[in-house]
């Protein structure tokens, strides 16, 4: 490979590599050159449509955007979804290729993809000047690594220069940088370059010591220490950071300009949970994820968000007496389904086919809708325009619905049933579809459209919405998502740009840092 390529490398995973990587695109961008991300194959539940309607890890649609681009199918060619502890939906191009346990993917089909992948990066790498490469957990899992092509094959193979990154917030860096290592192979400790310390809080010339001792050990430089960012309104690579969002704490505030109470149920195989990132940044909503009956109480609004195994999820919420809460909620409050919730929501979900489970389940009975899972996966970014004028039976102005649908099932309306918006699919932009269903007391509504909170306008008027009917004074601040994402992803750019030694990689590249001051790295104020 020609491209000039740079590939980030985590000690283990939720070191930080997708935003790293996410700021190196932007950095890149920032300064004129066409970059792309790529990231092999791919183990989420939150993924992305792109354009063609194929689909792809989250991650690698957030980093196209990053690098002002549109998301592609060949950033991602391999999306693994997990559908139980050891098995995976395997999505190739963009499109279901099966459902595998980890021992038949790892030991026996893993290598009849590695052309693709290999063709995937070759596209990518001939249309821009860099691609910055994503691993995936730790390059060292000895006992994956015979058949690992996300990782150092990949790095071989596009000939990229690689930054090992460690997370200090986890404690043990240093020796989570040193293991790493020492269970490389010879020639791969070559291709890493340098390391990197990210998320760092403190006094940094307590760090300084360990920074010289550990440069010597590996004998390879640190490129920089990534200080800890708060409040970057950046999506989470997967669940593993479900536990970094804030805990709302709903006390006993019973002011009419408290903040709207939206509750959205954690399930296990919750998917996409990013549809809920802009809401969360709304200064007059405090939101939380429930796995119990009791974390739902006082909840003004209940979201059931996406499920990857939508059948299992609603056994479990039955299980743990959510359903019977719901029923009860539905009667005084609002609830909202987004794709597989929606199904939840609905008569009843059949699988002739045995897509997720056999045979036929009940659903909530909120809503008239029958949904029946098929084998073909429905991925499209979509427009669109509400049926009617009210939400939650209160007055609202919205000109245009936007997301995107990454659905397994077709849901038919049952008699009364009152269809929530008229939707066209990009790939289909002659064609209208109607989406999503009302009840009659217009107090739950669902949709099969992933990212509906992004759009401002839509989000807005929900608020007002939902606080009118709970009799709650108008919101005083809304937030601009849009505007400030593109802000997110400047101070992303700006802070990683302070902390790495952009001089070093560039040159490592072969190219010139395009009118800006080389930045210092953390080691170049240890070398004074």
């Known amino acids: 490979m020609t491209t000039p390529a740079v590939m980030v490398l985590g000690t283990s995973s939720h070191v930080g590599k997708s935003l790293l990587t996410t700021a190196l695109c932007r950095i890149f961008a920032q300064r004129s050159y066409r970059v792309a991300p790529f990231k092999s194959q791919n183990m989420s539940l939150n993924s ?23 998301p592609s199918v060949h950033m991602n060619p391999i999306l693994m979804k997990p559908t139980g502890d050891a098995t995976s939906q395997i999505v190739v191009l963009g499109k279901i290729w099966g459902r595998l346990s980890a021992a038949e993917y790892h030991q026996c089909r893993v290598e009849e993809l590695m052309p693709i992948v290999q063709e995937s990066y070759e596209l990518l790498s001939a249309k821009n000047d860099v691609i910055v490469l ?88 640190c490129l920089g220490v990534v200080p800890y960012i708060e409040g970057l309104l950046l999506e989470e690579e997967d669940s593993v950071g479900l536990s970094t969002k804030v805990r709302a704490d709903w006390g006993d505030d019973g002011s009419l300009s408290r903040k709207l109470r939206v509750a959205v149920i954690s399930f296990p ?29 006082g909840a003004d609004v209940v979201i059931l968000p996406g499920s990857k195994q939508t059948v299992d999820d609603l056994h479990w919420l039955r299980e743990r007496g959510i359903g019977n809460f719901l029923h009860s909620h539905a009667a005084t409050g609002l609830t909202v389904g987004i ?58 102005s919205i000109e245009m619905l936007q997301g995107y649908e990454i659905h397994i099932g077709r849901t038919t309306y049952l008699p009364g049933a009152a269809p929530f918006a008229r939707l066209t699919r990009a790939s289909q932009s002659d064609r209208t579809t109607t989406d999503g269903c009302v009840s009659d007391d217009r107090r739950t509504w669902g949709t099969y459209l ?40 400047d101070d992303l750019a700006r802070v990683v740009s302070s902390a790495l030694d952009l001089a070093t990689i560039f040159g490592w590249l072969g190219l010139p840092l395009h009118g800006q001051e080389s930045s210092r790295s953390a080691t170049s104020e240890v070398r004074g």
């Open 48 to 70: 992305a449509a792109t354009v063609e309607g194929l689909e792809i890890g989250r991650a690698q649609a957030l980093q196209a955007e990053a690098a002002g681009i549109s």
């Open 134 to 221: 994503e691993g995936a957990g730790s390059p060292a899992e000895i006992n994956l690594k015979e058949h690992d092509i996300v990782n150092m094959r990949m790095a071989k193979l596009a000939n990229a220069h690689c930054l090992l990154v460690g997370d200090i917030d986890r404690g043990g860096v240093f020796a989570s940088l040193l293991g790493t290592f020492e269970l490389l192979d010879p020639d791969e400790r070559a291709r890493i370059r340098g390391f990197v310390i990210n998320k760092f809080r403190g006094d940094i010339a307590l760090l300084l010591p360990g920074i010289r001792q550990i440069e010597q050990r590996l004998g390879k430089p």
């Open 339 to 396: 794709c597989g919730g929606m199904q939840m929501l609905g008569k009843e979900i059949v699988d002739p086919a045995g897509i997720e489970a056999n045979g036929a389940s009940a659903g909530l009975g909120l809503l008239a809708i029958r949904t029946e899972m098929q084998p073909e996966k429905i991925t499209a970014n979509v427009r669109g325009e509400l049926l009617q004028s009210r939400l939650f039976g209160h007055e609202v």
């Open 269 to 297: 195989s919750l998917a996409n949970f990013t549809d809920f990132d802009p809401l969360l940044a709304e200064p007059s909503v405090s939101l939380r994820f429930c796995r119990a009956t009791k974390e739902l109480l």
């Open 450 to 489: 992933h990212g509906i909170f992004t759009e401002d306008r839509f989000r807005h008027e929900f608020i007002r919405a939902a606080r009118a009917f709970h009799h709650l004074a108008p919101p005083c601040d809304l937030f601009r998502w849009k505007e400030q994402r593109e802000i997110q992803l």
